[in-house]
């Protein structure tokens, strides 16, 4: 492996001609310059100059070293570049995963405020409902998961993640915009046990059910789908009504479907989940930071 010290050396000899015109341009002395070149020489095993009068010439291996210093140098400097640029925040590549309400709410506000800070630092999206999504960082496959938990069906974290709690996130129920109970500002989930009932994720349907158990009733689930707007279209159609994560309420689509708050509030918990030796990675660090900000903007609203 070549010092790159004194391969800078090297080529600057071989621009100059001379050990005498290399020390004046590098700022040392002559002795300095010669004994950088004889550690050259041994590194590579052989003699890469020869002395002819008052200049230095070549040798054969000096030849093909001069043909590959200029290449090796200009590659260390760029990498160096990369390098300073990336543990100054000015670059980076980060994989975030998140469940689909957090994907359009919370991520795309972050990103946001990311390209204004930072511009050089990416991000790649992916989109997992928890506990799939967790597996992913444990996998290596993405650097942030964003994923939420119930109280009482919270699973056991990997322990090789450290959690980050974002927000909590009030749960909602969508409805006609004309259905009676639209009128009241928050809702009672027992006075809605007679209601025909559309049903998301497995992890949410898995909550709804125990909260309704908990009320003494089962609901009548006719349609379960995890797509949002499906969710959305079906509740305006009349077809039944939903409990939903409030930050869905942000992207309510239909002027015929209402959000209504539960009373007693119910709520879920939004984190982000990240590996912990990642979150010295600058890159990282900076898209934890602007997720934590936009999280804090609206638990202040």
Request: charged share 25%.
């Amino acid at each position: 492996m070549f010092d790159s010290r004194l391969l800078r050396t090297f080529d600057e000899v071989v621009r100059a001609g001379s050990y005498s015109a290399a020390a004046r341009a590098l700022g040392y002395t002559q002795p300095a310059i010669t004994q950088q070149m004889k550690a050259l020489e041994r590194s590579v095993g052989t003699p890469l100059f020869v002395r002819v009068g008052r200049r230095m010439r070549l040798t054969e291996a000096g030849e093909a070293l001069a043909r590959h210093a200029g290449i090796i140098l200009e590659n260390l400097s760029v990498a160096q570049e990369q390098m300073t640029a990336l543990t100054r925040l000015h670059s980076g590549r980060v994989r975030v995963c998140s469940f689909p309400s957090a994907g359009a709410t919370l991520v795309p506000e972050a990103l946001a405020r990311l390209a204004t800070d930072s511009p050089g630092v990416r991000v790649e999206l992916q989109e997992s409902e928890p506990p799939e999504s967790l597996e992913r960082v444990v996998r290596g496959e993405a650097d942030i998961t964003l994923a939420f938990t119930y109280p009482g069906l919270r699973e056991q974290v990997p322990e090789e993640l450290v959690e980050i709690p974002l927000l909590e996130d009030q749960l909602t129920v969508v409805m006609p915009a004309g259905h009676a109970m639209a009128q009241r500002r928050a809702v009672k989930l027992e006075d809605l046990a007679e209601e025909r009932w559309i049903a998301g994720c497995l992890r949410c349907r898995t909550n709804f059910l125990h909260e309704c158990a908990e009320l003494g009733f089962a609901p009548d689930i006719v349609f379960t789908t995890d797509d949002i707007l499906v969710v959305q279209s079906l509740v305006a159609k009349g077809l039944g009504i939903a409990m939903m994560p409030g930050l869905v309420l942000s992207f309510l689509v239909h002027d015929r479907v209402a959000g209504r708050a539960l009373d007693p509030a119910s709520r879920r918990q939004v984190s982000a989940y990240v590996l912990r030796e990642h979150l010295s990675i600058p890159a990282t660090a900076m898209v934890l930071d602007e997720l934590k900000a936009v999280a804090a903007d609206r638990v202040g609203c």
